[in-house]
T-cell receptor, first 112, second 110 residues
C-alpha cells in the first residue's frame, strides 16, 4: 500500500523531555512537510524539505528540529525549548513544492 | 503571508449550495483545497495552478482568479458527508512553501 505512516498515534511525555515523531512515506515524493495544529486552528508550517539532505524552517520552527537523511523519512524532534508542545502534528508529502499535499494520520502529542 | 478565508463558518441544509473564498495578498502560483473531519488528517480536494490547469474531486468545483489573487470553492447540492473544516493552501512560487488559511467550518444538516 502506498501512503504516509506516522507513529505513534498518541504520545505522552513529561515536560523537559525531547521527543521524536516519525514520518515515513513510500509515495516516492521529493517534498515533505511538518505542520502543527492546535484545537480549532489551522495548519502552521514547522519545517519542510524539498530534497534529501536539505530542509528549511517554516513559520514556527523554534523549539523543533528535523533531519532528511533518506527520501522516505522526515523525523521531527520536539525539544524542551518548545514552550507549549501539546498539539496535533501532521506530516505531509508532495511530488513537487507547488502540487497538492498528502497527509499522514497525525500524532497527538501531550506534554504533562 | 497567510491567506484569508471567508466565511469562518456556514450552516446548510442538505441539497443547498455553498461558496468558500480564499484571498491572498501575494501573487499565487497554486491554490489547494482540503477538507478535514474532526480528529482526522486533511484530505486533498482540488488544486488550481497558475495558467489554468486544475484537477481534483469530481463533485466539487473551484475557480482561481490570478489577477485578484483569489480562489473560491463551490459545493453544490451539499450532502451530510460534506460537513467538516475546509482549508485553502497557497503557494507563491513554483518552489515555495505552502501557507494555509484558518479554515471554514461547514455544517450540513438533514
Amino acid at each position: 500500500d502506498g501512503g504516509i505512516t506516522q507513529s505513534p498515534k498518541y504520545l505522552f511525555r513529561k515536560e523537559g523531555q525531547n521527543v521524536t515523531l516519525s514520518c515515513e512515506q513510500n509515495l516516492n515524493h521529493d517534498a515533505m512537510y511538518w505542520y502543527r495544529q492546535d484545537p480549532g486552528q489551522g495548519l502552521r508550517l514547522i519545517y519542510y524539505s524539498q530534497i534529501v539532505n536539505d530542509f528549511q524552517k517554516g513559520d514556527i520552527a523554534e523549539g523543533y528540529s528535523v533531519s532528511r537523511e533518506k527520501k522516505e523519512s522526515f523525523p521531527l524532534t520536539v525539544t524542551s525549548a518548545q514552550k507549549n508542545p501539546t498539539a496535533f502534528y501532521l506530516c505531509a508529502t508532495s511530488d513537487r513544492a507547488y502540487n497538492e499535499q498528502f497527509f499522514g494520520p497525525g500524532t497527538r502529542l501531550t506534554v504533562l | 503571508q497567510q491567506p484569508v478565508q471567508s466565511p469562518q463558518a456556514v450552516i446548510l441544509r442538505e441539497g443547498e449550495d455553498a461558496v468558500i473564498n480564499c484571498s491572498s495578498s501575494k501573487a499565487l502560483y497554486s491554490v489547494h483545497w482540503y477538507r478535514q473531519k474532526h480528529g482526522e488528517a486533511p484530505v486533498f480536494l482540488m488544486i488550481l495552478l497558475k495558467g489554468g490547469e486544475q484537477k481534483g474531486h469530481e463533485k466539487i468545483s473551484a475557480s482561481f482568479n490570478e489577477k485578484k489573487q483569489q480562489s473560491s470553492l463551490y459545493l453544490t447540492a451539499s450532502q451530510l458527508s460534506y460537513s467538516g473544516t475546509y482549508f485553502c493552501g497557497t503557494v507563491n512560487t513554483n518552489a515555495g512553501k505552502s501557507t494555509f488559511g484558518d479554515g471554514t467550518t461547514l455544517t450540513v444538516k438533514p
